[in-house]
Nanobody, 127 residues
Framework: QVQLVESGGGLVQAGGSLRLSCVASGGTFSNYHMSWFRQAPGKEREFVAAIQWNGATTHYAASVRDRFTISRVDAKNTVHLQMNSLNSEDTAVYFC????????????????????WGQGTQVTVSA
C-alpha cells in the first residue's frame, strides 16, 4: 500500500509561484507514474500534469502548460509541481496520484486509472 502526502499549498497573490511536493511511502516509487490533479469548489477533479516512471515523458493540461512544471526525485520518493504565473482559476485542492507501471497503458489523465491518492493540499490565489 502506497501512501502519498502532499505539501506546499497556501495563499499566494496572482502572478506568484508555489511549489507543491508529494512524498510517497510504502512502495517502490519507481514502479509508479505520477500525476497531479486538482479540484476547485463545485467542479470535477481535473488532470493537471503527469510524469512517467523514469521521468522521460511529461504531460500537461492545456490550461497550465508553459506555467507549471512536474518533476520527480526518486532518491527522495518525491514528485514536485512548480507553479508559476498563478491566477485565480488555479485555486483548488491539488492531489497527487500514483499509477502502477504494470497497468496495460499509461492513462495519465484518467482518475480511475490511478491506484493511490493523497489527501490534497489547498492552493488559493488571490486577485
Amino acid at each position: 500500500q502506497v501512501q502519498l502526502v502532499e505539501s506546499g499549498g497556501g495563499l499566494v497573490q496572482a502572478g506568484g509561484s508555489l511549489r507543491l511536493s508529494c512524498v510517497a511511502s510504502g512502495g517502490t516509487f519507481s514502479n509508479y507514474h505520477m500525476s497531479w490533479f486538482r479540484q476547485a469548489p463545485g467542479k470535477e477533479r481535473e488532470f493537471v500534469a503527469a510524469i512517467q516512471w523514469n521521468g522521460a515523458t511529461t504531460h500537461y493540461a492545456a490550461s497550465v502548460r508553459d506555467r507549471f512544471t512536474i518533476s520527480r526525485v526518486d532518491a527522495k520518493n518525491t514528485v514536485h509541481l512548480q507553479m508559476n504565473s498563478l491566477n485565480s482559476e488555479d485555486t483548488a485542492v491539488y492531489f497527487c496520484a500514483a499509477q502502477s507501471i504494470y497497468s496495460r497503458t499509461w492513462r495519465y489523465d484518467t482518475k480511475r486509472a490511478h491506484n493511490f491518492w493523497g489527501q490534497g493540499t489547498q492552493v488559493t490565489v488571490s486577485a
